[in-house]
């Protein structure tokens, strides 16, 4: 009798350890999540580059390229601790601008012997552009962590000013328990860009210019101005 009690008492405590073992795992897990990442951004790319004469100072050789960039994109990932991209990415825009290439303040001045063939040309161009790779999310520590996608041009493209894809990335605090308070299907719509600093990395305004060494009796440099902000919206549902 008393051994029965005895093993009726296991079985009851075994049930209840199970039970409570279940609850923590359930209380621990991370829950699922769909990620929606998309924005509009605006750029402009001016660059005087000029090639001079180490012997007497001159400048023999120039481009300007005044080109401005627009381009709205999406994407969506989805998972629990692991994000995974829904689908390619979205994206629609172009860069347009202007390339005059010259022999500096005199467009009909002789070229030197070793310029180009086709150097002097001024020409217009605009160009689409395109997800060349397809951007990544993350959600761990608390934390989310967005990287829209790299924006580039064809090979055939005249434009040559490649947006900074690196600006479009996103840091926002999300404790899985801000999602655990939401209802199944619930959303958290969150601002994110330029002027939202708290949000992630940027740099509006960059300078791009270069000081080549000097070469064959000549150098390059530049002055150089890359503008690039955007604003979008990051959109959590709790699947």
Known sequence: MRQ????AVLATLGAFLALVGASVAAAG???SIRVTFSGTATGRFVDTERWV???SGECYLRRLRDQRTSVTWALAFSGGRGLAALSAPTVQGAVKGTMVKDSCDDVAEELPPDAPADWLQSVSCSDNLA?????RATWSGGVLR?????LGLS???VCSAVPRSDELNVRIPLPVSRILALKRGGRLLLAVGTDLRATGSYRP??????????YDGYRSFDDCVD???WSGRVTVTRL
């Open 205 to 214: 305004r960059a300078s791009c210019a270069h000081i080549a060494k000097p």
């Open 53 to 55: 004469l180490l012997s």
């Open 146 to 150: 967005v990287q829209g996608p790299t």
């Open 29 to 31: 897990s991370t829950p």
């Open 155 to 157: 090979k055939k493209a």
């Open 131 to 135: 997800a060349v790779r397809p951007g």
């Open 4 to 7: 029965a009690c005895f093993l």
């Open 227 to 229: 503008t690039f902000s």
